[in-house]
């Protein structure tokens, strides 16, 4: 096995020859941090280290659940996780007709890097495309959106290590290079989307700011969204 010191040195080497699309290469560092407890003879995996893991979704996968209790006890939730590759994406036509509410991840961190399916197009890019294409769908007009500015915890990494948005992003300017500015910009823009194409001016987007690998967080900014996808369900029976 490897030393410590000769993975660390392993890792820096091949990051010098890999396109900036590895953001696998960062989770690398924060795995190979723990690589005695990870190498260890008895190692069971956290629920941390579950959710670093990188296991691309492949076609639908579906989870039902229910809440033991609560106001809403009782009520079945089924959730469709949908690979989000370009080849994955014919995958979810079907399901459009029935869902209740769409929550839609976008990775605001990986401004800097290509598509691992096609180099030449930027991740951010590709995310906006694809938000406009969701948004616009007129299969989905009556269905609840919820936007995860998702990665922010990378984001604000990135920014701090000098990483410029405009370098990749011409239309940010001169604007500043803070988290704050440029998140501001990111919820304007999936914003701005939003309300230029959907077909259903009704329709309110609920946008959150998260990294999901944060589960403390994310549990409060997840109960919110429960409230509102239920509460707009209500809305759309018209029963309130
Ligand atoms: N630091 C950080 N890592 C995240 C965050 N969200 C996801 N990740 C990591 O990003 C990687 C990709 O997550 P996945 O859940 O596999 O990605 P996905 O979007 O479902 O990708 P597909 O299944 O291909 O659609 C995993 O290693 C996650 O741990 C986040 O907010 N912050
Ligand atoms: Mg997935």
Known sequence: ????????????????????????????????????????????????????????????VEHTFSIPSGSNRGVEWRIFDVGGSRNQRQAWAPYFEDVNAIIFL?????????????ARVNRLEDTLLLWKSVVSNKLLANVNIVLFLNKCDLLQAKLDAGIRLNQHMVTYGDRGNDYESVSK????????????????????????????????????????????????????????
């Open 1 to 60: 096995m490897r030393s410590e010191y000769g993975w660390r040195k392993a890792v820096a080497c091949e990051w010098s020859i890999l396109p900036p699309s590895s953001s696998s290469i960062h989770l690398c560092y924060s795995y190979l941090d723990e690589i005695h407890r990870i190498t260890a003879k008895k190692y069971i995996p956290t629920d941390a280290d579950v959710l670093k893991a990188r296991l691309k979704t492949m076609g639908v």
């Open 106 to 118: 976008a990775p605001i961190s990986v401004f800097d890097q290509v598509l691992a399916e096609d």
């Open 185 to 240: 910009y990111f919820r304007n823009k999936f914003g701005a989307l939003h309300q230029s194409y959907t077909p259903n001016k009704e329709r309110e987007l609920y946008i959150h700011l998260t990294a999901v690998t944060d589960t403390r967080r994310t549990a409060v900014i997840i109960a919110t969204v429960r409230d509102i996808i239920i509460k707009g369900n209500l809305r759309n029976m018209r029963l309130v």
